[in-house]
């Protein structure tokens, strides 16, 4: 796999193998605000938990702007909902990336009302169980459950331009792994 720029939201061994990463990549780890080939990142101090960081410690949430949108990436966050303060750094969002595992992150309840939080116009889930994973988290389907969803279908890949975006209707997309 090869990298401009590569993002870790936090240092577990699980979360973090930049050696797999070839291209030379410009490494961001953690909070700050950093501009590399036209892209503005943000990244946001957050909580792998939600007793403070004092289960799992801190994770960073990272808002990507380029080509006309924000992208924000929720990492491993453990928070049941984001303060004040995060939510003023994160600021509108077009896409949302979200875990929705549960047990090292939030679940698909606590996933929504972050998404009410954000209120962004599509939505990924990430960080949910897949066939083989040796980690058991909950799958998507209680996620979207939880979303009032049965069932969407998978896409190989999103491609997507500023005047592409939903207007009304918040759109939940799900990739193939």
Not at 18 to 28: E, N
Not at 116 to 141: A, C, G, R
């Amino acid at each position: 796999m090869e990298a401009d720029i590569l993002l870790i939201t936090h240092d577990h061994h699980d979360h973090n193998n930049v050696k797999a990463v070839s291209g030379d990549p410009f490494l961001i780890s953690g909070p700050g605000e950093y501009e590399v080939k036209e892209v503005f990142i943000q990244g946001v101090p957050a909580f792998h938990d939600n007793s403070q960081g004092k289960e799992r410690g801190q994770t960073t949430i990272y808002v990507i702007e380029a080509e006309d949108l924000r992208v924000c990436h929720l990492g491993d966050i453990g928070q049941k909902e984001l303060t004040s303060e995060q939510l003023e750094k994160i600021g509108e969002v077009d896409i949302l990336m979200i875990p929705a595992g549960g047990v090292y992150t939030i679940d698909g309840k606590d996933a929504l009302k972050i998404m009410s939080q954000i209120e962004p116009k599509i939505i990924i889930p990430m960080h949910y169980s897949l066939p083989k994973l040796k980690v058991k988290l909950d799958d998507l389907d209680k996620f979207l459950k939880a979303a009032g969803i049965r069932k969407i279908e998978p896409l190989p890949k999103l491609t997507i331009k500023k005047k592409d975006l939903p207007e009304e209707e918040v759109k939940i997309v799900v990739l193939k792994p």
